[in-house]
């Protein structure tokens, strides 16, 4: 069993709860796309797989793994008048400043991890600005040594490009990165550059989903040092 010497996070659903987090905002952000029109905000949702009357995601919901791109070409043809360019930029302003919710403490998550000499990164489809923004919120931009989004110059997931761009700049081997995400594009992007995965369940999509693609599923990111342990354990008794 290989060495662990990298972790990379995904950030919304992974390092923040994705529904605890976003479920509120989406549908305030829907309507008013919609000029509060209830309706129209429904249909929007039914785009992108959001249930505007319960503030619920659907297991497979755009607004959970895709990017801001995605996003507004789904929600475009419903909103006459309005540009891609504008979608993506209302909705980049918007979320900056949404406070999140830690899927467990941050901060000493990943002090613990790089006290064990992990290398951290975060490969996001969220853009770069507001990922910062919400990981400095959180006082832990600092202790990713590479933060990718998707407009940092590389494929989205579920290609593996991010995935790969980290392990270039940091010169490791993707064998011995753990890719640490919520959604099946993570999974995907892992597996397509040789990297074990680990899922966890603070996204929408379920363990169904997840465990046929996984190394292993948490129900959050505080379960990590323990399998990280558990792992070292099983390797040195092999």
């Not at 002090?111 to 790089?114: A, N, P, Q």
């Given at each position: 069993m290989t060495q662990i010497k990298a972790i990379l996070f995904d950030k919304d659903g992974t390092l923040f709860d994705q529904n605890k987090t976003w479920a509120n905002w989406w549908r305030e952000f829907l309507l008013d796309m919609a000029g509060r029109d209830v309706s129209l905000a429904r249909?929007?949702?039914?785009?992108?797989?959001?249930?505007?009357?319960?503030?619920?995601?659907?297991?497979?919901?755009?607004?959970?793994?895709?990017?801001?791109?995605?996003?507004?070409k789904a929600l475009l043809p419903l909103l006459p008048g309005a540009s891609l360019a504008g979608i993506v930029t209302r909705m980049s302003t918007m979320s900056a400043t949404v406070a999140q919710a830690e899927a467990t403490p941050l901060l000493p998550l990943m002090?613990?991890?790089?006290r064990r000499g992990l290398r951290l990164g975060v490969v996001t489809n969220d853009l770069e600005q507001p990922t910062r923004s919400h990981l400095?919120?959180?006082?832990?931009e600092t202790a990713f040594e590479h933060i990718i989004a998707c407009d940092s110059g590389?494929?989205?997931k579920p290609a593996p490009d991010m995935l790969l761009a980290f392990c270039e700049f940091t010169g490791i081997d993707p064998r011995y990165v753990v890719m640490v995400g919520d959604s099946m594009q993570d999974m995907v992007a892992a597996r397509a550059c040789g990297m074990p995965c680990?899922?966890?369940l603070t996204g929408v999509a379920t363990r169904h989903q997840l465990e046929p693609a996984a190394s292993a599923v948490l129900p959050?990111?505080?379960?990590?040092?323990?399998?990280?342990?558990?792992?070292?354990?099983?390797?040195f008794a092999a």
């Open positions: 249909k929007l949702g039914e785009a992108v797989g959001f249930e505007l009357d319960f503030a619920a995601f659907h297991s497979d919901s755009t607004l959970a793994s895709h990017t801001p791109h995605d996003v507004a002090d613990e991890l790089v400095r919120e959180a006082s832990v590389f494929a989205a680990v899922a966890v959050s990111i505080a379960g990590l040092p323990k399998w990280l342990t558990e792992r070292d354990s099983d390797k």
